[in-house]
Nanobody, 122 residues
Framework: QVQLVESGGGLVQAGDSLRLSCAAS????????MGWFRQAPGKEREFVSA????????NYLDSVKGRFTISRDNAENKVYLQMNSLKPEDTAVYYC???????????????WGQGTQVTVSS
């Protein structure tokens, strides 16, 4: 059974930082790409960032480049999303996802976490 569990969301002010974490079950983490997506109310789910196995390649949504950093700890089976200089438009539910290839398309990810809410006030 694949399990992805996100944590670290919360309510912050514009300009603040948050670090999201996603813990994956051991046998599903190795060799897989990990991604972060987000979905704001009334909007489609959108790609935020992804990192390949073992971590040499990354990809970011243009609007978060320079502010967000994805990383993974393969020994701990965790992936992180460090979010700095947060903006109100970053408000969304953030989802961790596991897939086989580095992709911006949600359909290329096979497993998803339950999501964690990030709210940025102005």
């Amino acid at each position: 059974q694949v399990q992805l569990v996100e944590s670290g969301g919360g309510l912050v002010q514009a300009g603040d930082s948050l670090r999201l974490s996603c813990a994956a079950s051991r046998r599903t983490f190795s060799s897989y790409t990990m991604g972060w997506f987000r979905q704001a109310p009334g909007k489609e789910r959108e790609f935020v960032s992804a990192i390949s196995w073992p971590g040499s390649n990354t990809n970011y949504l243009d609007s978060v480049k320079g502010r967000f950093t994805i990383s993974r700890d393969n020994a701990e089976n965790k992936v992180y999303l460090q979010m700095n200089s947060l903006k109100p438009e970053d408000t969304a539910v953030y989802y961790c996802a596991l897939g086989e290839v580095l992709s911006t398309r949600a359909g290329r990810y096979n497993y998803w976490g339950q999501g964690t809410q990030v709210t940025v006030s102005s």
